[in-house]
């Protein structure tokens, strides 16, 4: 959703007050007194799925590079009367990915789902990718994702408790022109989770994907405009979705409606696997047609 805060500008997404009303098809106690974690907690879709979580009566923990983005976030979680606590961290990092867990199962002796939400990229032609950028974005996404997993999936095996992952991720069936360090990295996640659902399914944890297409948060305003016009072109339904379609289907996989999926991409897109012309920095002229 779109709505325009003043002349010549726009917001992207929901409002905070938008996401705490807007209407949900979960009942409200579904995750009382569960134990949720979400990465890259602190603003667009991360804090979207974080406050339905909430709704539904979870305890959270949050994590994230921005202090004071997840300080805006925890302070209005717990105005929801939210259980919810933040860690500043990078996942990059094995070590505070490790001191992020001991955390969560030192004040609350489990964990029920894990999110994993954080992530980044930027709109590049991959020829121009520096070595940094490059690193920066597989780090990220798919080294810092397989830190997070890790080290849950061993303190569930250690605790003989099951486990729930979801990792949201991007439709990339087709490829992402000038997203290619973020496909090879999602990509990665993707079949990832596939391998792992198998290994890590006698210790009854749940791996499982949202593989989310263009989607309109506040993450719409790294692109440029001729980035973003193309947002409305990249699915047969020629319009973005919008974060109440991922969180919901986030909560899908992670609830009990979801409990005999494994293995699987939940894939939130408008159809963008099939068709669709997204160029995230913008359509070069050897593509335009007329």
């Not at 134990?35 to 667009?44: A, D, F, N």
């Not at 029920?112 to 950028?133: C, E, H, M, T, Y």
């Not at 003989?160 to 973020?182: E, F």
């Amino acid at each position: 959703m779109t709505d325009p805060v003043s002349a010549g500008e726009r917001r992207f997404g929901f409002t905070d007050a938008e996401l705490i009303a807007h209407p949900t098809v979960f009942g409200p106690d579904l995750f009382k007194g569960k134990v949720i974690v979400v990465s890259g907690g602190g603003s667009g879709i991360g804090k979207a799925i974080a406050i339905l979580f909430a709704r539904l009566g979870s305890n959270l923990v949050l994590c994230g590079r921005k202090p004071e983005k997840l300080e805006a976030t925890v302070a209005l979680l717990r105005d929801l009367g939210t259980d919810v606590d933040a860690t500043a961290m990078s996942i990059r990092e094995p070590e505070e990915v490790e001191s992020l867990m001991e955390r969560v199962w030192s004040r609350h002796d489990r964990l029920d789902v894990l999110v994993n939400n954080a992530g980044g990229q930027f709109a590049q032609p991959a020829i121009d990718f520096s070595v940094k950028g490059w690193k920066a974005v597989i780090d990220t996404n798919l080294n810092g994702t397989w830190y997070m997993m890790q080290a849950a999936a061993r303190r569930w095996r250690d605790h003989a408790q099951a486990g729930n992952i979801v990792n949201v991720t991007a439709t990339v069936g087709r490829g992402l022109p000038h997203m290619a360090h973020s496909t090879a990295a999602r990509a990665g996640v993707i079949y990832l989770s596939k391998t792992v659902a198998v290994e890590w399914a006698p210790l009854g944890i749940r791996v499982n994907c949202l593989g989310v297409g263009a989607v309109e948060s506040s993450g719409f305003e790294q692109y440029t405009e001729e980035g973003r016009k193309t947002f409305y072109e990249s699915n047969p339904m020629r319009r973005p979705g919008d974060v109440w379609d991922v969180v919901e289907g986030c909560v899908y996989l992670a609830g009990p409606s979801g409990k005999f999926i494994t293995g699987e991409v939940l894939t939130i897109d408008g159809g963008q696997q099939m068709w669709g012309d997204f160029w995230s920095a913008g359509r070069p002229d050897y593509f335009k047609i007329g």
